[in-house]
């Protein structure tokens, strides 16, 4: 999530912080999906294939830094 910017809705624009766990524009509703917006400058120095192919998690949690879920615990069953 360290890599997420912000979320903006695909109809109106509206931002959300990733932080508030929203999936959908509030002004929207269901329609209104967000577009997850990323901090390149971040994922340049952070998020490259050495750095994935050092993690253990062979799921989709190795990519937990560019996914919108606060909660690592959000991918444990
Ligand atoms: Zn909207």
Do not use: H, N, W
């Not at 109809?11 to 269901?30: N, V, W, Y």
Request: aromatic residues 12%; proline residues 6%.
């Amino acid at each position: 999530m360290a890599l997420v910017k912000k979320l903006k809705c695909v109809l109106c624009g509206k931002e959300f912080d990733p932080e508030s766990d929203t999936f959908t524009c509030t002004d929207c509703g269901p329609d209104g999906t967000l577009d997850v917006l990323y901090d390149y400058g971040e994922i340049k120095g952070k998020f490259t294939p050495k750095t994935l192919f050092q993690r253990k998690e062979k799921s989709i949690s190795r990519y937990i830094d560019l996914l919108p879920i606060s909660d690592p615990s959000f991918f444990q069953t």
